[in-house]
């Protein structure tokens, strides 16, 4: 099974400031691998699917890049709309998995 | 509009059975593979089972390998998901997902409609 190591676990920003998590692959998964935002109480949003790709609808100050192994979703300028858990997952095999999430919460 | 809605959810004992079904509707659900992806209170997302468009292919968890089985009945617009032998760490919330498949990425998906999510309390 693919690994899926999301990093930092948590992380405390501030309205405006640029947001970056990690995510990295214990195998190469080319760009299959995609980007999910959830609030409390609510199931998941796809915001970034093949790793760069912005799903419809989705504002543009997310973006994600990488191939291979590591992976980054950046948010360009954090929003209160934003502070959610944010989890990567892969589709380049199955079992799907996805990586622990990052919480980004208020500072 | 596009939609998946969950229902089958509750408490039951350990060792018992419970069914959960998926009720799509707003797309053409025969042209897409489904997934069963769960979460345990304050846990992440554990992907749980897939299923082809056609029902030709599943594929399941190591965690409920042989005690899940997943299902759909293209007909009526419905996933299940047979859960058997239940126990207490299969407590979570149930969401159905359509696997969206990505053109020019050959054999990758994405999870792009979500439900709102069953709750199955396993109790000891």
């Known amino acids: 099974d693919i690994q899926m190591t999301q990093s930092p676990p948590s992380l405390s920003a501030s309205v405006g400031d640029r947001v970056t998590i990690t995510c990295r692959a214990s195998?190469?998964?080319?760009?299959?691998l995609n980007w999910y935002q959830q609030k409390p109480g609510k199931a998941p949003e796809l915001l970034i699917y093949?790793?760069?790709s912005l799903q419809s609808g989705v504002p543009s100050r997310f973006s994600g890049s990488g191939s291979g192994t590591d992976f980054t979703l950046t948010i360009s300028s954090l929003q209160p709309e934003d502070f959610a858990t944010y989890y990567c997952q892969q589709s380049s095999s199955t079992p799907r998995t996805f990586g622990q999430g990052t919480k980004v919460e208020i500072k | 509009q596009v939609q998946l809605v969950e229902s089958g959810g509750g408490v039951v004992q350990s060792g018992r059975s419970l069914r959960l079904s998926c009720a799509a509707s707003?797309?053409?659900?025969?042209?897409?593979?489904m997934h069963w992806v769960r979460q345990a209170p304050g846990k992440g997302l554990e992907w749980v089972a897939v299923?082809?468009?056609?029902?030709?292919?599943?594929d399941y968890a190591d965690s409920v390998k042989g005690r899940f089985s997943i299902s759909r009945d293209n007909s009526k617009n419905t996933l299940y998901l047979q859960m058997n032998s239940l126990r207490a760490e299969d407590t979570a919330v149930y969401y159905c997902?359509?696997?969206?498949?990505?053109?020019?990425?050959?054999?990758?998906?994405?999870?792009?409609?979500w439900g709102q999510g069953t709750m199955v309390t396993v109790s000891s």
């Open positions: 707003g797309f053409i659900f025969s042209g897409y593979g």
């Open positions: 195998q190469s998964i080319s760009s299959y």
């Open positions: 093949v790793a760069s």
């Open positions: 997902a359509r696997g969206w498949r990505i053109v020019g990425a050959s054999g990758a998906d994405a999870f792009d409609i």
């Open positions: 299923i082809w468009y056609d029902g030709s292919n599943k």
